[in-house]
């Protein structure tokens, strides 16, 4: 059994890890600092074996006296919202200081940070670069680092699908933007969390990159004419240029009720691909499951 940090353990991608590494019997630590439903974290494992805890800073002493003596740290917090401070901020400086607290522990098994597809190319995003520089920190700081970079992740309550699908079901009008031909490579959660799992059971160390990006290469078009398809609706998809939209995000995103962020937005602008920068599900002798039936399952139920 391992004791195993997770920050951003309340999220949705933090809930899938927890469930999954809980049934591998090891004790999971999840610091937050907005208010979270205690309990149903609790529940993801069995009686004290998940444990969250409030903290405001990460001076805090005895969260430091936890990281010292963990095995090992997993780090989720690439947010998109920006409202708590800039992504240096909470990104970038967030890592560093985590990162001079875990170099005191001489015993740390590996360090796992989420990152995602593309942050070394996206010179136009200030969340990519603040994660690509968590990235390199991380190497330079941590000799087990793990950089897990997942494409857009679908299944069990995503964000992605989560904002999508009332859309579809409510409007006759989808808007697409731009001409809907940027690619994107949509994984399954389960898949996400059965990598964790093999990277952490198995003790894999060094410092690595995984690519972790889903069976199939497509459009948002032909992706948007899927979930339409599934839904057994007609639905007309309306080019929107990203210069009208643009400046409307800017606005919408300063109000707690914006379905998208001007850094979400650039997701829609370029491809969002494997680039086989190093190792992928492969080398974890995981077969990525069908994005398509994975989302027929989710849009259907």
């Known amino acids: 059994m391992k004791s195993i940090v997770i920050?951003?353990?309340?999220?949705?991608?933090?809930?899938?890890?927890?469930?999954?590494?809980?049934?591998?019997?090891?004790?999971?630590?999840?610091?937050?600092?907005?208010?979270?439903?205690?309990?149903?974290?609790?529940?993801?494992?069995v009686t004290g074996q998940v444990i969250p805890f409030r903290y405001h800073s990460l001076k805090n002493e005895r969260l430091q006296s936890v990281l010292i003596n963990s095995d090992v740290c997993i780090n989720l917090k690439t947010s998109y919202d920006q409202k708590k401070g800039s992504f240096e901020e909470t990104i970038l400086n967030f890592n560093k200081k985590l990162l001079s607290i875990l170099k005191l522990n001489k015993e740390l098994k590996q360090y796992i940070y989420f990152s995602g597809l593309g942050v070394d190319i996206d010179k136009n995003s200030e969340r990519s670069i603040a994660v690509y520089n968590s990235e390199k920190d991380a190497f330079k700081n941590i000799?087990?680092?793990?950089?897990?970079?997942?494409?857009?992740?679908?299944?069990?309550?995503?964000?992605?699908?989560?904002?999508?699908?009332?859309?579809?079901?409510?409007?006759?009008?989808v808007p697409l933007f731009g001409d809907?031909?940027?690619?994107?490579?949509?994984?399954?959660?389960?898949?996400?969390?059965?990598?964790?799992?093999?990277?952490?059971?198995?003790?894999?160390?060094?410092?690595?990159?995984?690519?972790?990006?889903?069976?199939?290469?497509?459009?948002?078009?032909?992706?948007?004419?899927?979930i339409s398809l599934c839904l057994k609706k007609t639905r007309v998809f309306v080019p929107v240029s990203f210069k009208v939209i643009k400046p409307l995000v800017n606005i919408a995103e300063k109000t707690p009720?914006?379905?998208?962020?001007?850094?979400?937005?650039?997701l829609f602008q370029q491809d969002n691909v494997v680039l086989n920068i190093d190792k992928s599900f492969k080398d974890l002798n995981i077969n990525p499951q069908d994005i398509m039936q994975i989302t027929r399952n989710i849009v259907e139920n």
């Open 143 to 173: 000799d087990n680092s793990i950089i897990i970079r997942p494409g857009v992740i679908i299944g069990g309550g995503d964000l992605f699908l989560k904002k999508l699908l009332p859309i579809f079901k409510s409007s006759f009008f």
């Open 7 to 45: 920050f951003g353990g309340s999220g949705f991608i933090g809930k899938h890890l927890i469930r999954r590494l809980a049934k591998n019997g090891h004790k999971i630590i999840v610091p937050y600092q907005r208010s979270i439903q205690e309990a149903k974290i609790r529940l993801l494992g």
């Open 257 to 266: 009720l914006s379905p998208l962020t001007s850094e979400q937005l650039l």
């Open 180 to 226: 809907g031909s940027i690619k994107f490579q949509p994984v399954y959660i389960d898949d996400i969390s059965q990598a964790i799992e093999k990277i952490i059971n198995n003790n894999i160390n060094g410092k690595i990159i995984y690519e972790l990006a889903g069976d199939k290469i497509l459009s948002y078009k032909e992706y948007y004419e899927h």
